[in-house]
């Protein structure tokens, strides 16, 4: 167990906090950099879906990117050609899409485990990924280009503009931290107790009479709907949509992000994101050949730290409470 | 479809299938005799495929050649499980796919700095370069025919090493009781550094004899790792003999997916879809069979 869940409200104060901090982000920062941090928080919202799966309820799918994927290629194809969508209803559009596919991957799916789990949620993915690759419905291998962004008008007035990066920048910082509260307070729920039993112990849960199979489609669709925000996101963001959104890369980079960070807490996926992004960036910098450096860190956090970057922490934080008595 | 074009599709199959069986059957014996989840095996593949093209050039013969890299990819094998490998046997699966994953990005980009990003071939080596003619205009390569027989004689050679011999006896307690074995007074850890120098040297065997007839090029492991996962899971995993069998079942299956037609309901379906069989067909088994052909009962 991590020292850091259960926290009480500390969490939910940091969060006030740091989004506090971000939200004046746009007012010093230049351009690109306002664009890479929405870029993290948008991967912040991923791997926190992620995480439901991979760390609340056990469920290792290496498929994940097939959700983000078809949310970016929703955006994409009910935008009409020489005109912008509308963001109020292209943006639940795109996440019932990925919700849909969720439910119809999970039915099959959730009722396998372990390493077959992981095997089968990468098939769909990848069956999804040369759908999208080898025909001709979202453009192929090119993808779409999303020229005009959605536009978010309600009568005549206009809350936001998406043509605009910092609009852009605080709509990912609103649903991060919208997508944030909501898992938490599903987490806190009774469902979330069930799923934390089913992790546990699914066989008791399943005696005590619960059917496990419902709760973990729903944690699967849930997590599916969730990742379909960050998908949305980031066609919005990128202005394109192309099949490495729903590659194994993508769900294998963002599977790191968690397991980095640490599995089973929120903040480990955003630390994980946040981490692994800044050290892109950061050895991007230093030399052509960045991948090493990369590889070296991620080979030694996974020997060295047992429970992410997160664990990193919540030893320390109890080394520290320990020299204290 | 014609008798000859089916006799060579045939062959192609069962020639990539008996190739993915090197790789896959690494992994599947690294993974059922150590526990270890090694994502960066394809990487191996790829190594392969360089190691052979760069010494073949140095040395002037890919027949020189070909024992060196098998030399060096031993080595490299040994060398990685005393640096990394080891400290993973008792993790949690998922880190070993972490730390295995960084090895994909360490590996990747050492090739690109010891070789290059460029594309590179290898002529086919010479008292194979000729093709067997069928009719006037098909005719079937030898060299293909020749990795065949190598695959097979490895194959045979692998069940041989491991059923039947004292090795082959203390690697199978090993895989059933490491703590038993080691206190019989076997060095375990010994044993595990050889299997996986084993399953690490025959990715990179496969990729030396594959590279005259595909490309070698940045990012081919990764491909084949993803295939290779599909063969280990059809089959069982920590299955050899499942190996076989879903490496020969994706083999055909995806040659045959390219050059069969099949339409459903005026849907283009094959070959338009293609790529998308292997998958189905992974997932068909699975959810016949969740734990593979040969697999234990989870």
Redesign the interface.
């Known amino acids: 167990m991590s020292a850091t869940r259960g926290n009480g409200w500390t969490g939910v104060l940091a969060l006030a906090l740091i989004a506090l901090v971000l939200a004046f982000v746009p007012l010093v920062a230049e351009k690109f950099y306002v664009q890479f941090f929405a870029k993290i928080l948008i991967m912040a919202i991923f791997a926190m879906s992620l995480d439901l799966l991979?760390g609340y309820t056990g469920l290792?799918s290496f498929g994940h990117a097939a959700f983000y994927g078809v949310a970016g290629y929703a955006l994409a194809l009910i935008t009409p050609q020489y005109q912008a969508a509308n963001f109020w209803t292209s943006f639940p559009l795109a996440i019932a899409v990925s919700a849909l596919l969720a439910f119809a991957i999970g039915f099959?799916v959730v009722?396998?485990?372990?390493?077959?789990f992981i095997?089968?949620t990468?098939?769909?993915a990848?069956?999804l990924f040369?759908?999208f690759?080898?025909?001709k419905i979202g453009g192929g291998n090119d993808g779409i280009y999303i020229d005009l962004r959605p536009v978010a008008r309600i009568g005549d007035w206009q809350p936001f503009n998406l043509d605009n990066f910092a609009h852009v920048y605080y709509l990912a910082l609103a649903l991060f931290v919208l997508v944030f509260l909501l898992l938490r307070m599903v987490l806190a729920s009774p469902f979330g107790r069930v799923i934390a039993g089913i992790k546990a112990n699914e066989h008791r849960m399943q005696s005590l009479g619960y059917g496990t199979f419902w709760y973990k489609l729903a944690c699967f669709v849930l997590a599916g709907a969730t990742a379909g925000v960050a998908g949305y996101l980031a066609a919005v963001q990128f202005g394109v949509v192309n099949p490495e959104m729903l590659g194994?890369?993508l769900s294998?980079a963002v599977?790191?992000m968690v397991?980095?960070g640490g599995?089973g807490t929120l903040t480990g996926p955003v630390l994980g994101a946040t981490v692994w992004m800044l050290l892109e960036l950061w050895f991007q910098d230093i030399t052509k050949?960045?991948?090493?450096l990369?590889?070296?860190?991620?080979?030694?956090?996974?020997?060295l730290l047992?429970n992410g970057l997160i664990g990193l922490y919540g030893s320390l934080a109890r080394r520290l409470a320990r020299n204290h008595d | 479809m014609d008798f000859h074009i089916f006799l060579i599709q045939l062959l192609n199959g069962v020639q990539y299938g008996l190739l993915l069986f090197l790789v896959a059957s690494g992994l599947t014996l690294v993974f059922g005799i150590m526990g270890i989840?090694n994502?960066a095996h394809g990487s191996f593949y790829m190594i392969g495929a360089y190691l052979a093209w760069s010494l073949a050039a140095q040395v002037g013969s890919f027949w020189l050649a070909l024992p060196v890299a098998i030399a060096l990819s031993v080595l490299i094998g040994l060398a990685l499980e005393w640096l990394?490998v080891r400290?993973?046997y008792k993790?949690d699966?998922?880190?070993?796919?972490?730390?295995t994953?960084?090895?994909?990005?360490?590996?990747?980009?050492?090739r690109?700095?010891l070789w290059g990003d460029d594309v590179r071939s290898l002529p086919i080596p010479a008292p194979f370069n000729y093709s067997i003619p069928l009719t006037d205009t098909l005719s079937y390569p030898v060299y293909r025919l020749w990795i065949s027989a190598v695959c097979l004689a490895v194959a045979f050679g692998l069940y041989f090493v491991i059923q039947k011999t004292r090795l082959g006896m203390m690697i199978r307690a090993g895989a059933t009781d490491r703590d038993m074995v080691q206190s019989l007074g076997i060095n375990i850890q010994l044993i595990y550094r050889i299997v996986f120098a084993a399953g690490i040297a025959l990715a990179a065997f496969a990729g030396m004899i594959a590279a005259p007839i595909s490309a070698v090029a940045p990012g081919m492991g990764?491909h084949v790792l993803?295939i290779c996962?599909?063969v280990v899971?059809i089959g069982g995993?920590g299955s050899v003999k499942g190996a076989l069998i879903a490496s020969l079942m994706i083999g055909l299956v995806d040659t045959f997916g390219k050059v069969v037609h099949l339409e459903l309901g005026g849907v283009k379906l094959l070959p338009?879809?293609?790529?998308?069989t292997v998958?189905?067909l992974?997932?068909g088994i699975?959810?016949w069979r969740?734990?593979?052909l040969f697999g234990k009962k989870?």
Do not use: K
């Open positions: 991979l290792v099959v009722r396998m485990q372990g390493i077959y095997m089968v990468l098939a769909f990848q069956m040369f759908l690759y080898d025909t194994w890369h294998g599977m790191m397991i980095l599995m050949h960045w991948h090493l990369m590889g070296a860190f991620i080979v030694l956090t996974a020997i047992p | 989840i994502v990394v400290w993973l993790r699966h998922l880190y070993q796919v972490l730390c994953y960084g090895l994909i990005l360490v590996f990747e980009e050492l690109s700095v990764n993803i996962f599909v899971v995993l338009e879809l293609s790529s998308m998958y189905v992974m997932a699975l959810l969740p734990a593979g989870l």
